[in-house]
């Protein structure tokens, strides 16, 4: 288990902190949504926003790796993957390093977007069914300039915990490696939609669980390819499972609370 805290790589001045952010980071008002589409959009960046900035500080997390994983949530650049239910906590404990995400161009996405972009996140536009190829080139451009990048595997709208193959083949293309991570949330509401989104309560325990690092070599064939993502899909099986079943640990001497 290791804290939250300071790490070699907090030499890279965090992405919200640079002028050029504020240009990466503005996005116009899409005018292909409605006025009524508009206002809602307002509406729930707005509460949205607010609650996972009062609601993030009362999380207390723990952070547990298995051998070979990363060593820090810092730690970059990774190609870093997690299932889509725990976006709400990954934004909180996750934000303020720069980190590159695919946003869909759906009104879902517009507005999850809107709201990382907040936290110090850096939304790249394409989705796994439209943008795909123009995406990937952009998050691989960022993993190049030192920067991680975070795919919510199983996102936009599923199937749930379903691996697609995007991660492996720019791991492939950008020589840097696989993470992937699971957080587990003892108290929580959860909604009835596709991914069974986790919305934290407040002051509830968390388990940050990341698995060990794959390297995909850059001369793997396209048979290799499916065989890392099966790899991949079994990894955050493993942790997903990990992280729930010891969550109930988090604050013991085996699962000590963060920094």
């Not at 589409?37 to 960046?45: A, C, D, E, K, T």
């Not at 509460?47 to 051998?67: A, D, H, K, N, Q």
């Not at 977007?113 to 790249?124: C, D, L, M």
């Not at 796994?128 to 595997?153: D, P, Y």
Request: hydrophobic fraction near 40%; charged fraction near 20%.
């Amino acid at each position: 288990m290791i804290p939250i805290q300071p790490s070699r790589y907090n030499s890279f001045v965090p992405e919200a902190a640079t002028p050029e952010t504020t240009a990466t980071n503005t996005t116009p008002t899409p005018h292909r949504f409605t006025l009524r589409q508009r206002i809602v959009l307002r509406m729930i960046i707005t509460v949205g926003y607010w609650f996972i900035r009062l609601m993030g500080p009362t999380l207390r997390v723990c952070v547990s790796c298995e051998e070979g994983a990363q060593q820090s949530v810092e730690q970059r650049p990774v190609i870093a993957s997690f299932w889509h239910a725990c976006l709400i906590p990954a934004t909180y404990v996750c934000r303020n390093f720069g980190i590159r995400v695919m946003s869909s161009n759906s009104y879902d996405g517009e507005y999850m977007g809107r709201i990382i972009r907040k936290f110090g996140f850096v939304a790249v536009k394409g989705s796994s069914s439209r943008n795909a190829v123009r995406a990937l080139l952009g998050l691989r451009r960022a993993l190049q300039e030192g920067w991680t990048v975070a795919f919510s595997l199983d996102g936009p709208r599923g199937p749930r915990y379903k691996v697609k193959p995007g991660p492996v083949a720019l791991a492939r293309s950008s020589g840097v490696p696989l993470s992937m991570f699971h957080m587990a949330v003892e108290r929580a509401w959860v909604l009835n939609t596709w991914d069974r989104l986790i919305i934290p309560k407040p002051f509830s325990p968390v388990l940050m669980r990341f698995g060990k690092l794959i390297v995909v070599p850059a001369d793997a064939s396209e048979e290799d390819l499916e065989h890392y993502q099966e790899q991949l899909q079994g990894s955050l099986d493993r942790v997903c499972e990990f992280a729930e079943s010891n969550v109930h640990k988090v604050g013991s001497p085996e699962f000590p609370y963060g920094a």
